[in-house]
């Protein structure tokens, strides 16, 4: 399941990353890439410990918590801090899984959902699309400044070639309260439902039966 999260980043707030990230250091991005991953990858990060990205990091952070479609679709236990990376042309990061373990910053979390959030607009670069694949086939994703891209971090998917520009992101993992993708699917799904019921039917009886039986799985379900 990958879900499209529109504005997490206000303009202004996608305007300050462009102003910080202009005088900042890049270093190669191969620094938190495992053995595979490492072959195939080809673009710059911010300094995990460096201040801007500290400062950004702590942004990104904060609007997630703002995010109630990130809190529905994700169900966070913990995100581990956003990174920020940049492809120049000629850039790319081939086919790869990221790694399932993640530890810095004070953080150790299972990667269960990978997110893109895109502080490039795509008038910015050409190529650099996020390839993501399921069993469903490939998706191909580009956003606007300030969205981002969840999916499940267990799927292969690749960054294609910078033609022109330069392609900014913000990156991140989470380890979900539920572990299982197909259920945070099903409870996703349900959540989006019962919003949509109490929206046009707000007195249908129903309304508190259905929200009961989310709250139940999630009782059942959720590893804090
Ligand atoms: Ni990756």
């Not at 500290?54 to 581990?80: I, N, T, Y």
């Not at 895109?118 to 086939?137: A, H, K, M, N």
């Amino acid at each position: 399941m990958m879900i499209h999260i529109p504005n997490v980043l206000t303009a202004a707030e996608v305007a300050r990353c462009r102003e910080v990230m202009e005088k900042a250091a890049w270093v190669d991005g191969r620094v938190t890439a495992g053995h595979q991953s490492a072959q195939v990858k080809f673009n710059l990060q911010l300094p995990e410990a460096a201040a801007e990205a500290r400062e950004l990091s702590d942004m990104v952070h904060d609007a997630l918590g703002l995010s109630s479609l990130f809190m529905s679709a994700v169900l966070p236990k913990q995100v581990f801090p956003p990174l920020f990376n940049r492809y120049d042309a000629g850039m790319t990061f081939g086919a790869h899984v990221d790694n399932a373990i993640r530890v810095g910053n004070g953080a150790r979390v299972r990667t269960d959902v990978s997110s893109t959030l895109f502080i490039s607009g795509p008038e910015d670069y050409d190529g650099g699309e996020l390839v993501v694949q399921d069993t469903y086939g490939e998706h191909t994703v580009k956003l606007p400044a300030g969205d981002m891209i969840v999916y499940p971090a267990t799927s292969l998917h690749n960054v294609t070639p910078i033609t022109r520009g330069s392609r900014i992101a913000s990156f991140f993992w989470t380890q979900s309260m539920i572990r299982d993708e197909s259920k945070r699917s099903l409870l996703f799904d349900m959540d989006m439902a019962i919003i949509k019921l109490g929206r046009d039917h707000p007195d249908h009886a129903s309304n508190v039966e259905l929200t009961a039986v989310y709250h139940n799985l999630l009782r059942q379900w959720a590893e804090l």
